[in-house]
T-cell receptor
């Protein structure tokens, strides 16, 4: 069954700290993997996209990694800010067919 | 570009009433998606249009839900009659999909329509 599992479900960190969010998937055949950020009351916005051959992609303080062999991805946030408080959704594209969404990790950054 | 525009942003209605949600995709995008988001289930695809034609409506919960895309710049999602379990945030998204492929483009989401059915 094609699934995307994210962990942890929620996370609270202090401002300035780093954190890492995890995404494991069983989607096959794999096309690409995206991380989306969803602020409260807003629609998701794409942060990064990685294809099979890419294992690291950065977008400012956000760095995504992909291990296609183990079917795992992570999103690392460096020097967190209050504005990083949001839900982070991992989305895997099943080649030529569908997008499989994870349920997201809710991050709260406190001062 | 103004992005994907959805209306209304909030809708409160009573059980049994008809609800119509509207979406204007980004100009030039050829694919449009309707998603439903709840805490329990996350984002779920309801229906997907490509070049105004419904391609996959397997996610539409039941006959009470219907969606149309009369032209490239407008789509509606209708629920008739509405029920309390339909309460959720409904997102419209659009993308530019390459010919012959599905879901190849980045999704651009609207701000969502929060529906509450009493």
């Amino acid at each position: 069954k094609n699934q995307v599992e994210q962990s942890p479900q929620s996370l609270i960190i202090l401002e300035g700290k780093n954190c890492t969010l995890q995404c494991n998937y069983t989607v096959s055949p794999f096309s690409n993997l995206r991380w989306y950020k969803q602020d409260t009351g807003r629609g998701p916005v794409s942060l990064t996209i990685m294809t099979f051959s890419e294992n690291t992609k950065s977008n400012g303080r956000y760095t995504a990694t992909l291990d296609a062999d183990t079917k795992q991805s992570s999103l690392h946030i460096t020097a967190s800010q209050l504005s990083d408080s949001a839900s982070y959704i991992c989305v895997v594209t099943q080649a030529g067919t569908a997008l499989i969404f994870g349920k997201g990790t809710t991050l709260s950054v406190s001062s | 570009d103004a992005g994907v525009i959805q209306s209304p942003r909030h809708e409160v209605t009573e059980m049994g009433q008809e609800v119509t949600l509207r979406c204007k995709p980004i100009s030039g995008h050829n694919s449009l998606f309707w998603y439903r988001q709840t805490m329990m289930r996350g984002l779920e695809l309801l229906i997907y249009f490509n070049n105004n034609v419904p391609i996959d409506d397997s996610g539409m919960p039941e006959d009470r839900f219907s969606a149309k895309m009369p032209n490239a710049s407008f789509s509606t999602l209708k629920i008739q009659p509405s029920e309390p379990r339909d309460s959720a945030v409904y997102f419209c998204a659009s993308s530019l999909t390459l010919a012959g492929e599905v879901n190849t483009g980045e999704l651009f989401f609207g701000e969502g329509s929060r529906l509450t059915v009493l």
